[in-house]
């Protein structure tokens, strides 16, 4: 009889892959991003190391002690940070933990070539929306998509604290270095959060969470204003068979 207990629990472990295996593709998180603002806690929730082997894999998140980006696009990964003088220096390697993190898989992508100038991150995320819904995906579940295409100009973010003042809303604000390009050929790896995620791996009353990669000097961050020009192409998932 005790070994019920165990061989049940293999079989929904099981089951469990054979799903995701089955799926086009699936989003999942470790960590909460209020357990940063609320109570300062840098400490890494998930090794990406544990990740590493997984196909097709895109992920974004801060790193470990508030020191950076994490941002991993088709299972390639980017970790800015900065050197002493604020420089930004970016590091292919998955050794590092993330505080909190949304990451997916995507095995077959649908193409949408976006023929106007999208101007904010708010006409990004209704143009996704839109063209999700269009598509059969369930906005109420989560989602990876990407962005390529050139930008007019965008402003980026790479959080890195610096001292050991105890964090809060304006603290969180002050460690935030930013950095901006023009005309700049990128990728943008985002995420729709669907009901589960908003607010937890999203900032409050928003459903998208989007990082940049520059196409040219490999730079990331984290998008906070951008102007992409028309003819960039959205990829969203082919939808999971029912």
Not at 8 to 37: E, T
Not at 181 to 191: L, P
Request: include cysteine.
């Amino acid at each position: 009889m005790k070994y019920i207990p165990l061989l049940l629990s293999c079989i929904l472990l099981s089951c469990s892959f054979n799903i995701q295996a089955n799926q086009n593709y699936w989003v999942k998180h470790s960590g909460d991003r209020m357990d940063i603002i609320k109570q300062g806690n840098f400490s890494g929730t998930i090794d990406l190391q544990d990740l590493e082997n997984i196909d097709n894999l895109f992920a974004i998140g801060p790193l470990e002690g508030l020191k950076g980006e994490i941002t991993i696009n088709n299972s390639k990964p980017s970790i800015s940070t900065l050197t002493q003088d604020k420089q930004q220096k970016d590091i292919a390697s998955f050794k590092h933990k993330a505080i909190f993190l949304v990451y997916g898989s995507v095995k077959e992508w649908q193409e949408i070539v976006i023929n106007k100038e999208l101007i904010s991150l708010n006409e990004i995320e209704q143009f996704v929306k839109e063209h999700a819904e269009n598509h059969d995906l369930p906005l109420n579940k989560p989602f990876p998509f990407k962005i390529k295409g050139v930008a007019e100009r965008i402003t980026y973010h790479v959080i890195y604290k610096q001292d050991n003042k105890p964090h809060s809303k304006r603290e969180h604000q002050r460690s935030k270095v930013k950095f901006s390009k023009t005309n700049e050929s990128n990728t943008i790896v985002g995420f729709w959060s669907g009901a589960e995620g908003e607010g937890v791996y999203t900032h409050p009353n928003k459903k998208t969470h989007m990082h940049y990669i520059s196409n040219y000097s490999k730079d990331s961050g984290h998008i906070d204003a951008i102007k992409l020009n028309s003819g960039a192409v959205l990829f969203i998932p082919k939808p999971n068979k029912k």
